[in-house]
């Protein structure tokens, strides 16, 4: 009885996800996966679901299998970064910083004066990040006991993405058209930055051969395990002043330059996937403890915090770009990139130069104009920044 519980907990949790995934595709990426999974969680939870529902498949806030999974997911987001990529857009890098300056600043500045402090600490994270950034939140409230906070950033996670791409869309059309203007069809082949963490920073490799002899799914997944386990003892060695998952992600950058990592180390080991179903399982956990006079409570502050949120955003994102030469549509679509993160910004740009453009070279001119600022300040600001932000924020929590 208690095996068949186990699998029909699974299976419903697999199918919300699964079909906000399928609702996510068929709106090009508009309606999220996290923002459709909520509201679905949300509703079922309030029409009487049984709420031990994660627990119930050791998916539950505080289980381990959650802390293994963001360990090695951050691990991994590690050895994605490639230095050298990211320096050729060394513009948007700095864009990306000043954004992130002036959430923390703004929401520390503006939001104690409607609402609690708590409530500015647990809104950075959500609003400048991704998943990633809300997950190490999350644990820091939950040893707190401040279970409607995590909901409230959760909420705020997912909402932000519904406001974020259709703006970023608009923004970046009006960029297009701008460009198209100035099209010369003899000087339109801009090469696209890609992030290709192949390109390595250090030219001291001692693990080389070894990664190279043995490349098995079991040794991938344990070298990154391994990885995320020094990141934690280090931690651990200065009383957790340094958060862990903030060593996990520094560790696994440099493991992948000295070649005891691979890049993009768990969709090698064909893992990545699982690993971040278990990561936006323990996401939605919290939802739990969401009722009807907890949201009646939040959706004040969520609608305000959103608004202080853009308004940061747009009004840093305009000053700065300005100064940088950015365009002012170019520069407030960057900002607000860490609304949503990749893979909107690599669908947003080709869904806009496909809209405005009437030929190919049209097309790519667009697209190989936006694209790269998009996909350099998502990856920044939701990869990184945010991480390294969140890590910071908690131990004022």
């Known amino acids: 009885m208690s095996s068949f519980n186990t699998i029909a907990a699974f299976v419903i949790i697999i199918l919300v996800i699964g079909f906000a995934d399928v609702l996510s595709q068929k709106t090009k990426s508009y309606i999220s996966v996290l923002f459709s999974s909520t509201i679905i969680f949300i509703s079922l939870f309030l029409l009487g679901l049984n709420k031990n529902l994660f627990e119930m498949v050791s998916l539950g806030k505080n289980s381990g299998l959650g802390v293994i999974a963001i360990s090695l997911l951050i691990t991994h987001l590690g050895t994605t970064l490639n230095f050298k990529t990211v320096t050729l857009q060394w513009k948007t ?23 609690d402090k708590l409530f500015a600490l647990v809104s950075i994270p959500a609003a400048s990040g991704g ?3 809300v997950l190490i939140t999350q644990a820091a409230l939950g040893a707190k006991n401040l279970g409607s906070l995590a909901v409230f950033a959760v909420l705020l996670l997912s909402l932000k993405c519904v406001i974020g791409y259709p703006f970023a869309s608009f923004l970046l059309k009006r960029e297009g058209r701008r460009l198209l203007k100035n099209f010369d069809t003899n000087n339109s082949n801009i090469v696209a930055v890609t992030l290709n963490p192949e390109k390595a920073a250090f030219p001291f490799k001692p693990f080389k051969s070894f990664s190279e002899k043995y490349t098995s799914f079991e040794i991938l997944l344990a070298k990154t395990a391994v990885v995320a386990f020094i990141s934690f003892g280090i931690s651990r060695l200065t009383s957790f002043e340094i958060n862990p998952y903030i060593l996990c992600f520094v560790f696994g950058y440099l493991a992948k330059e000295l070649a005891f990592l691979e890049s993009d180390v768990l969709k090698k080991a064909n893992s990545f996937g699982f690993l971040m ?9 919290v939802l ?11 959706w004040l502050p969520l609608l305000v915090i959103l608004m202080i949120a853009l308004f940061s955003m747009t009004v840093v994102s305009l000053l ?7 365009s002012p549509y170019m520069s407030m679509a960057a900002g607000i990139a860490c609304m949503f993160g990749f893979p909107g910004t690599y669908v947003i740009p080709g869904e806009v130069a496909k809209s405005i453009s009437k030929s190919k070279e049209e097309h790519d001119y667009v697209f190989n104009n936006i694209f790269p600022v998009m996909l350099i300040a998502g990856f920044v600001n939701v990869t990184i920044l945010s991480v390294i932000i969140a890590g910071i924020i908690v131990k004022f929590i």
């Not at 739990?288 to 939040?298: F, G, Q, R, V, W």
Request: without cysteine.
């Open 93 to 115: 890098v700095v864009l990306s910083f000043a954004v992130q300056i002036g959430i923390v600043v703004f929401m520390l500045l503006l939001v104690p004066l409607f609402f």
């Open 277 to 285: 179903l278990i990561n936006i399982a323990v996401i939605f956990s």
């Open 288 to 298: 739990t403890i969401a009722d009807l006079d907890s949201i009646n409570t939040l």
């Open 320 to 326: 700065v770009g300005r100064l940088l030469g950015f």
């Open 131 to 133: 998943l990633v950034a």
